[in-house]
């Protein structure tokens, strides 16, 4: 403990001067290339052979050559200075480029079919972020974003949470999934009270996507035959392929859709997809150059399904 203390007492300077009269074996000459008066040299290193509690140079007659402690040190003192010198440059990279670790998460009906296709393309333009992808419920993602587990959640809006700041990306459209070969699958539109003797797919409790299904459904004063629960769009899918019944799917889910017509509703629906991060925060490069990448994935599928239109 006392040679920690005394080890606190010099400084980068006194290495600089230790260095310097290494290198050139003389105080005059050292003196004269840091351009200060030689005993103002001589007291500086003085005083870093009192911290050190150990003499760094013998003094000659005609010559320094420096101690046992002073070799050891040596190289040790030079990889310093050199640090000390390159840390305005590390600093520049750290601040202005887009690096370091970013949390996502997102929703199982948003994940696979939005979030998915975009990662190749962030990894490619900020290859010094090191991305961590996760998924859960809307609830799951909210609760970790709030003990900042993750930095950005990719959800259905709204979201329920203090402290959250919400960014709608896109509309999202939900369309009727029917089999091909059902008796509306020719309709361009579809009024949802034509289907009260349906038996209605919808996901399990605690996706968002159900919430919304049904209130889709009560808006349209559809009355179902009955329900089935399943985890996820997927099986939803087969089991309409099967003729087990429709669903109420959002529009990015389409490719999954063969053998299926994705109809429009009337009233027409749609859900809010967005992202959701902690307000108070602090936003990283990476974070923002996220986020905006997300905005102009965003912009391109809405200029893509206006062109479409």
């Known amino acids: ?42 007291e500086q290193i003085a005083r870093l ?56 998460g997102a929703i199982p009906t948003i994940l696979p079919y939005f979030l998915a296709p975009l990662l190749k393309g962030f990894i490619a333009r900020f290859p010094d972020v090191d991305l ?4 859960g419920t809307t609830a799951e993602l909210v609760g970790q974003v709030l003990d900042g587990m993750i930095e950005v959640a990719i959800v259905s ?8 700041v919400m960014k709608e990306l896109f509309r999202d459209p939900l369309r009727l999934a029917v089999r091909e070969d059902h008796p509306l699958a020719s309709a361009e539109k579809v009024h949802l009270r034509r289907l009260c003797e349906e038996r209605l797919l919808i996901l399990k409790d605690g996706h968002c996507l159900r919430d919304e299904t049904l209130s889709v459904c009560d808006r349209g004063r559809a009355r179902f035959a009955g329900q089935f629960e399943a985890d996820q769009v997927l ?38 997809i967005g992202y959701v991060r902690l307000e108070r925060r602090y936003l990283s490069k990476a974070h923002q150059s996220f986020t905006e990448y997300l905005k102009e994935a965003a912009a391109g599928r809405q200029r893509d399904g206006a062109a479409r239109r």
Do not use: W
């Open 1 to 42: 403990m006392a040679n920690a203390t005394r080890l606190r007492g010099f400084d980068l300077r006194q290495l600089e001067y230790f260095c310097a009269v290494a290198r050139t074996g003389s105080f005059t000459k050292a003196a004269k290339e840091l351009g200060i008066a030689q005993p103002s040299l001589s």
């Open 49 to 104: 052979e009192d911290s050190l509690g150990a003499a760094l140079f013998e003094r000659l007659i005609r010559r320094i050559e420096l101690t046992p402690v002073g070799v050891a040190i040596l190289g040790k003192a030079q990889a310093l200075l050199e640090d000390a010198a390159a840390l305005p440059d590390y600093f520049e990279r750290a601040r202005d480029g887009v690096h370091g670790p970013l949390r996502v």
């Open 132 to 135: 961590h992808v996760r998924e």
């Open 157 to 164: 809006l709204p979201v329920e949470g203090a402290g959250l």
């Open 235 to 272: 099986t939803i899918f087969e089991l309409i392929r099967a003729g087990f019944g429709v669903s109420i799917v959002p529009e990015m889910v389409r490719g999954l859709s063969q053998g299926c017509r994705l109809l429009e509703i009337e009233p027409k629906a749609s859900r809010r």
